[in-house]
């Protein structure tokens, strides 16, 4: 291959995948296997003032904070969003949102509705969200018994939240029935590929579009 041929390397703008659903349609199980299996994306870890699961672990999770420090945070602005979800404060850091985008790097949201709609008054174009739904409301009842984490007045508690949830459908760009967890899985993934090849992402296209245009030049003389 000649130099004047050789395809320049190629960056483009991260993607923000914002993915939300009622507690049990199958969120966490998607973001996980996305997580595990592209290595481009990676979570934006929140700030917290709720207590720590036994299951959880600071800094991979979450970043477990004192109400004191959230509150510092919020007013020096170093969270790109915030919202209180059931009585504890969750907050979106600034900082590693903004390297990763500055390394074209994409970044998993795993955020309320609430946050989705701040985010999208200061980042509107370089944010895809993902709304996943349940196949029915028995279905999602099993899967919340299934997965045993909650005692059944939660189960309740979690189905009755889900009615409100369920209205926030609207406000995402991609919506996703979670039926067949594997056919689920391979949408998710087509979204982000499709996400990633949007123009407007590869803005750093023309080197290649010159050395193309030299190369067919070469060839056409
Ligand atoms: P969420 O994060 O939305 O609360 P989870 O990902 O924890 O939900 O899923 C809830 C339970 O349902 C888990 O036990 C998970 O293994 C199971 N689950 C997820 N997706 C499917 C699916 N498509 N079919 C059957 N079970 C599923
Ligand atoms: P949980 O306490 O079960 O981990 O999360 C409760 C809810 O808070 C979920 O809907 C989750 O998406 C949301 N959440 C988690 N982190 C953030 C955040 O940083 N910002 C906002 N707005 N919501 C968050």
Do not use: C
Not at 7 to 12: A, C, E, I, K, N
């Amino acid at each position: 291959m000649s130099s004047e041929t050789q395809v320049p390397s190629l960056s483009r703008r991260g993607v923000l995948l914002v993915i939300a659903s009622p507690s049990g349609a199958g969120k966490s199980t998607l973001s996980r296997n996305l997580l595990e299996t592209d290595k481009e994306i990676s979570l934006s870890v929140s700030v917290t003032t709720r207590e720590r699961r036994p299951s959880e672990i600071e800094g991979v999770h979450y970043n477990f904070i004192s109400r004191r420090r959230f509150e510092g945070m919020r007013e020096a602005g170093e969270l790109l969003e915030w919202a209180e979800v059931h009585g504890n404060f969750y907050g979106t850091p600034r900082e590693p949102v903004e390297k990763a985008m500055a390394e074209g790097r994409d970044v998993l949201f795993d955020i309320d509705y609430q946050g989705t709609l701040q985010l999208y008054q200061s980042l509107r174009s370089d944010i895809a969200s993902v709304f996943i739904l349940p196949p029915s409301a028995d279905e999602l009842k099993a899967r919340l018994e299934r997965r045993a984490d909650t005692g059944a007045d939660a189960i309740r508690k979690r189905l009755s939240n889900a009615r409100i949830e369920i209205t926030h459908w609207s406000d995402y760009d991609y919506v996703l029935v979670n039926d067949d967890l594997n056919a689920s899985f391979a949408t998710l993934q087509s979204i982000l590929a499709a996400e990633r090849a949007k123009r407007f992402r590869q803005d750093r296209l023309a080197p290649l579009i010159a050395t193309l245009d030299r190369g067919l030049a070469d060839l056409t003389r």
